[in-house]
């Protein structure tokens, strides 16, 4: 790879805080990054206008070098949008720009142009309402590389949550808690702590799905006849695993130091904790793709556009942590 690592970034939604977030991070952008936004030219022109911040473009193509740019200058692979965004309004006409973003990116980091993919916040609804079925970037990323079990890792500071579910009903959880996903989910977990995140022996501290995780199955008996085989079966491998535990007792620092990351088994059971402890700061990492990518932990903020006052801090986590992954995976 180059000296610097070549860091593709999707602004996301148009309308929305992403364009306005990639324009701060060129002012001071993390040492060892070259940064390149896919993206509208004439929008991140507009974006910076509205800050009242200078912005110097570069025009990138796939193959093309890339290293570190002075403060206040960006790398763009340009992808004009549909029509011009207006501030804080959805249109559902830009819906396929933002995929289209998503699409180049991944494609470039598969064939090696790019390093790492980082992600602003996209609008799930504006896409569905534009006509295309779109849960997020963890299933849409896996189905375009290819990866069979995409896993969504969330990161802030020293606290790591993976998840076994994420965008779905909490109704539908429970049947989708199967063993071979618990398993899979597990072994890509596994696998990604001791390859990306260098941990030789991770220490993974498991959730149970019910309160006090079944309470010997009076509550639920999910984690006697799903959770527990599995974690029996893994620990025979010389594993490091613990639980199932009781959420609600489990996000406590004394049985938060005995682990390296935590495995909650739906979406609101692990995130509520992780964006508590650092929310705007916070990091999402999907597992199990043949692409690094990270992201954003937050929303589009529609109400915050042009006021300047979104916080860069989870964008600049997201840029900080695939550079460092990237220039791991290639020392």
């Known amino acids: 790879m180059s000296a610097a690592a070549r860091l593709l970034l999707t602004p996301g939604e148009p309308a929305g805080i992403g364009p306005e977030l990639v324009v701060r991070l060129a002012q001071d952008a993390p040492a060892g990054a070259a940064l390149i936004a896919v993206a509208d030219p004439a929008a991140l022109q507009r974006a910076a206008q509205r800050l009242g911040l200078p912005l110097r473009l570069h025009p990138w193509q796939p193959g093309a070098a890339a290293g570190e740019l002075p403060a206040g200058e960006l790398w763009n692979w340009p ?3 549909a029509v011009p ?28 142009a790019a390093d790492a993919l980082v992600t602003g ?3 799930k609804g504006i896409i569905n309402e534009a006509g295309v079925p779109f849960s997020g970037h963890t299933e849409f990323l896996a189905e375009r590389s290819g990866a069979p079990l995409p896993v969504m890792l969330l990161a802030a500071s020293t ?8 965008h779905l009903p909490l109704s539908a959880v429970p049947a989708a808690i199967t063993a071979g996903r618990l398993e899979q989910t597990l072994r890509v977990l596994h696998a990604d702590l001791q390859s990306k995140f260098g941990l030789a022996q991770p220490r993974i501290l498991v959730c149970g799905l019910n309160p006090h995780a079944g309470e010997g199955g009076h509550l639920g008996r999910e984690e006697i006849e799903v959770i527990e085989p599995v974690l029996k079966r893994l620990r025979a491998e010389g594993w490091q695993l613990e639980g199932p535990l009781p959420a609600d007792t489990l996000f406590t620092p004394k049985v938060l130091a005995r682990g390296d990351a935590v495995l909650a088994m739906y979406h609101d059971q692990g995130l509520p904790v992780l964006k508590h402890a650092g ?11 043949p692409i690094l990518r990270t992201s954003v932990d937050h929303g589009v903020a529609l109400d915050l556009v042009g006021s300047g006052r979104a916080e860069l801090g989870s964008l600049r986590a997201a840029a900080e942590l695939a550079r460092d992954l990237a220039l791991k995976a290639h020392s």
């Open 79 to 81: 992808l004009p949008l």
């Open 85 to 112: 965004e207006t501030p804080g309004q959805l249109d559902t006409r830009n819906a396929a720009h933002v995929l289209e973003a998503l699409r180049r990116a991944c494609d470039a980091c598969l064939a090696g």
């Open 121 to 123: 916040p996209v609008h």
């Open 159 to 166: 606290l790591r949550v993976a998840l076994v579910t994420t």
């Open 279 to 289: 929310f705007g700061q916070a990091v999402n990492i999907t597992l199990g793709l």
